[in-house]
């Protein structure tokens, strides 16, 4: 009786020449580009590019565990085609000795190269199921190779950049030094909502991948991208700090401080005029939050811990506007802590290339 077996198809679109798509495959200074997820590393990577020669990757998660495969090719035809076995060594996604196959087709269109990817042989839909997100994150590490753009060829941010949340990320992959396309968009337009189920601002856009919210987007941007600083705290107690300041964004200073403040001189709704009811209320309440932040300064430049975090990029965005309308600039003349700290944020390249621009 013969046993079932699943089959994974991936098709992707890379702005390059077939050779060069191709080489990627066979070449290992061009597979330790791309051959591993985001977030990992790869190590040490071999080939043998002949049929019936071997390759191998080592890969590296960010905690140390080491994912290795390796296989035959089995086919080799540049710069058309080529197939390879795929085999995890001890401990990967599938059972030790499990080995699948690899079907690669490239295809010239629209000035660069179809990528048609047959993965078969798997035992279930689970292990097959498994190995999606992996290979399209591989996938994505390889149009950031390949694109002229780099990764701005794959990465887009939704969002209109006068948004703090937009700028706030913004920032975040400007501090890691990781270049994106910035797509304005209005709150809930069709754009928007095919990223994101609830139409906020801003979402992203890793190739094929959607994620939204600002902190799980600059969750993503620090830990896909070694290369640049940690935006997250190194001890317990910085990171709770900043998760504290995070939520307080979300819950509090955001609603006191945008919703019902700069916006109301922004885009005022009834004659063209700011609304000065929900203004009044909303400066009533700053005072005691601007006060929290004071403190939490105190004499240093970040909210937490020794250094820039997700908590500074949160707020950042927010005081800038604050501070452009009468009532916010007075209360913050009696804020030095908060003062000095801006100042500081200010002068980094990630703030100063991420100000929203006039109209």
């Known amino acids: 009786m013969k046993t079932e077996t699943f089959e994974l198809k991936l098709n992707r679109f890379f702005r390059a020449p ?74 990967g996604p599938m059972p030790e000795g499990m080995q699948t ?41 390889l149009n950031d190779a390949l694109d002229p753009k780099g990764t701005a060829g794959t990465l887009t941010l939704l ?9 706030t990320a913004r920032m975040g992959f400007a501090e890691k030094g990781v270049a994106i396309t910035l797509q304005p968009v209005k709150p809930h337009s069709p754009e928007l909502l095919a990223v994101h189920p609830f139409g906020r601002m801003p979402a992203l856009l890793d190739g094929e991948m959607a994620i939204w919210e600002t902190s799980a987007i600059l969750r993503f941007a620090d830990e896909s991208f070694g290369d640049g600083p940690l935006l997250t705290p190194g001890r317990i107690t910085d990171r709770v700090q900043c998760e504290q300041w995070v939520s307080a964004v ?23 005029q700011p609304d000065r009811g929900v203004i009044d209320q909303a400066v009533a309440e700053m005072p005691a939050q601007l ?5 939490a300064y105190g004499s240093r430049d970040w909210l937490a811990g020794p250094r820039l975090s997700f908590a500074d990029l949160f707020v950042a965005p927010i005081l800038f506007y604050v501070e452009q309308f009468p009532e916010g600039r007075r209360l913050l003349t009696d804020m030095p802590a908060i003062r000095r700290a801006q100042a500081v944020i200010r002068q980094r390249p990630s703030f100063v290339s991420t100000a929203p621009q006039p109209a």
Request: aromatic letters at 12%.
């Open 18 to 91: 077939r050779e060069r798509v191709y080489d990627a495959f066979v070449k290992p200074e061009l597979m330790s580009a791309w051959q591993c997820p985001r977030g990992m590393s790869v190590v040490e990577a071999s080939s043998d590019a002949r049929v019936g020669g071997s390759y191998r990757v080592q890969m590296r998660a960010r905690d140390g565990t080491r994912f290795d495969v390796g296989g035959q090719y089995v086919e080799l035809d540049r710069p058309a085609r080529l197939s390879y076995t795929w085999a995890w060594e001890g401990g």
């Open 101 to 141: 196959l690899i079907e690669i087709d490239l295809v010239e269109r629209d000035g660069g190269t179809e990528l048609r990817m047959l993965h078969t042989g798997f035992p279930s839909a689970e292990l097959r199921d498994n190995h999606v997100h992996g290979w399209s994150s591989c996938f994505n590490r």
């Open 159 to 167: 969002g209109s950049p006068l948004s703090s949340y937009v700028r």
């Open 250 to 272: 979300n819950c509090y200073l955001y609603d006191t401080m945008v919703r019902r403040y700069v916006l109301q001189y922004l885009f005022p709704k009834e004659g063209n």
């Open 291 to 295: 006060a929290a932040l004071e403190k």
